[in-house]
């Protein structure tokens, strides 16, 4: 989708790669915990992301899917830190603060492109 687009998927495919990483690291921290599993991050993700609408109206609501996703990553990885505290988790802590830095940045950037985005949907609509 939005193949039109191109630096917008560059950029998109290193936030994915950066993300992967992040969730691999922060997953293997959690491990040690013996957390129970859940696919609600797969469920979230097709819920938001399933849709395609073409042209600008369907490049706002993609990166408004994303946003949505880098804040649900933002309230996890807080939840995950303020647990890593009292536990004197070196590594989680780590983790969690190292995906709130990746959080602010990626909604920064997505929101930058939103609002580029959305007057031209608009206009177009």
Do not use: W
Not at 78 to 88: C, K, N, S
């Amino acid at each position: 989708r939005h193949a039109d687009k191109v630096m917008l998927a560059i950029e998109l495919k290193r936030f994915a790669a950066r993300s992967e990483k992040a969730a691999k690291l922060m997953d293997e921290a959690i491990n040690a915990y013996k957390a129970p599993v859940t696919d609600d991050a797969q469920r979230f993700a097709k819920a938001i992301l399933d849709s395609n609408y073409p042209g600008g109206a369907g490049l706002v609501r993609d990166l408004h899917g994303l946003l949505l996703m880098v804040q649900e990553v933002e309230l996890s990885a807080t939840v995950l830190r303020q647990g890593a505290l009292p536990l004197h988790s070196g590594p989680l802590l780590l983790h969690a603060d190292s995906a709130l830095a990746l959080c602010t940045q990626q909604a920064r950037y997505l929101k930058t492109h939103l609002k580029t985005a959305a007057p031209q949907a608009l206009s177009v609509a």
